[in-house]
Every structure is written in structure tokens, then in C-alpha cells.
């Protein structure tokens, strides 16, 4: 059984016209792969708006919500459409890692305590080299796939499509 949070990180890729003819991988091929590289849960759905978020999006940064933040405000359409963000793109390939490490706090109350993400490897140097290996494989069967790698440092809405995806649900602390 898993323990500990799991990253719900999401990159995606669109298949791309190769000699007149479209070449592929199916779903099942690419989930199949994914798992066997380690991850936990994979889901594949098409690319398009996302409508109900990006407008969500939209309120929050007329409202100012974002603060200090000005990087937020830039191109939220980018945000909520993969293929503004990445012209092209026709699927979305969303993996799971769970990143849980067995290292206990220590019991003393003058220990400061540091949340567990935070403990060993960072994260996204983990993730970007498993979802590499990913489109790798991938690239040995479609060479001319086009393919972006995102984990938590794009202008891409994970959460947003790890629930499109059948991976989870956004609750009310906002995480999936």
C-alpha cells in the first residue's frame, strides 16, 4: 500500500504528421509503458479548453487575486488551452509518482520540522527524468512526435487535467 502524498504532475505531446500518413501509439501502449517505468496511475484524454477552469482563472485574476504574482496574468488562454500552449497538441498524458519517503520527524518539540516533498531528491528533477524515458520510448515508435514536458513549473493546469483524466478530484483544499 502507498503512503505519503503522491505528485499528480502532468505533461503532454501531439502526434504529428510523418510521410502523408499518421503514425501511432495506442493509449494502452503508452500506459503500459508508463507503468512499467514506476509510475502510479496514468490517464490519456484529447486536448482542448478547458472552459469551466479557464474561466475560473479569468474571475480570479480580474479580481486580483493573484497578488504579487504577475506571472499568473500572463496569457491565462495559454493556461487553460494545451493547444495555445503548444501548437498542435492532440493528447494529454497525465502520470502519477508517488514520492513518499520512510524517514520519520524527529519527536523533539525544539526540532523544526520540514514537510516530506520536500525531503530527498527534488521532485522535479525525478519526474522530468521518468516522463523522459516516457516520450523516449515513444519517440522509438513515432520518431517525429512532438512532445513538452511539464511538472509544476509551466503555465499548464496539472490538477485541472489529472481530474479531466480520471486520476483524482480537486477537494476543497484545492489539491487533488
Same mark, same amino acid.
Given at each position: 500500500?502507498l503512503?505519503?502524498?503522491?505528485?499528480r504532475?502532468?505533461?503532454?505531446?501531439?502526434?504529428?504528421?510523418?510521410?502523408?500518413?499518421?503514425?501511432?501509439?495506442?493509449?494502452e501502449?503508452?500506459k503500459?509503458?508508463?507503468?512499467?517505468?514506476?509510475?502510479?496511475s496514468?490517464?490519456?484524454v484529447?486536448a482542448?479548453r478547458?472552459d469551466?477552469?479557464?474561466?475560473?482563472?479569468? $474571475?480570479?485574476?480580474?479580481r486580483?487575486?493573484h *497578488? !504579487?504574482?504577475a506571472w499568473? %496574468?500572463?496569457e491565462? @488562454?495559454k493556461?487553460?488551452?494545451?493547444?495555445?500552449?503548444?501548437p498542435?497538441?492532440?493528447?494529454v498524458i497525465?502520470?502519477?509518482?508517488?514520492?513518499?519517503?520512510?524517514? $520519520?520527524h524527529e519527536?523533539?518539540p525544539?526540532? *523544526? !520540522?520540514?514537510?516530506?516533498? %520536500?525531503w530527498?531528491? @527534488?521532485?522535479?528533477d525525478?519526474?522530468?527524468?521518468e516522463?523522459t524515458s516516457?516520450v523516449d520510448?515513444?519517440?522509438?515508435v513515432?520518431?517525429?512526435?512532438?512532445?513538452k514536458?511539464?511538472?509544476d513549473t509551466?503555465?499548464f493546469m496539472?490538477k485541472?487535467?489529472?481530474a479531466?483524466?480520471?486520476?483524482?478530484w480537486?477537494?476543497k483544499?484545492?489539491n487533488l
Open positions: 500500500m503512503r505519503g502524498p503522491v505528485d504532475r502532468a505533461f503532454f505531446f501531439a502526434f504529428v504528421k510523418t510521410d502523408n500518413r499518421y503514425v501511432a501509439i495506442t493509449a501502449q503508452i503500459a509503458k508508463a507503468l512499467e517505468l514506476g509510475f502510479n496514468v490517464g490519456i484529447p482542448a478547458l469551466e477552469e479557464g474561466t475560473r482563472l479569468e $474571475e480570479w485574476l480580474a486580483g487575486f *497578488g !504579487k504574482m499568473m %496574468a500572463r491565462p @488562454d493556461r487553460a488551452d494545451p493547444r495555445i500552449f503548444m498542435g497538441c492532440r493528447s497525465v502520470c502519477t509518482l508517488n514520492y513518499y519517503t520512510p524517514h $520519520e519527536n523533539s525544539m526540532q *523544526g !520540522k520540514i514537510s516530506r516533498y %520536500a530527498g531528491d @527534488d521532485y522535479h525525478v519526474l522530468k527524468e516522463l516516457l520510448h515513444i519517440r522509438s513515432v520518431p517525429d512526435v512532438n512532445a514536458i511539464c511538472v509551466a503555465a496539472d485541472a487535467w489529472a479531466r483524466a480520471g486520476l483524482g480537486i477537494g483544499h484545492t
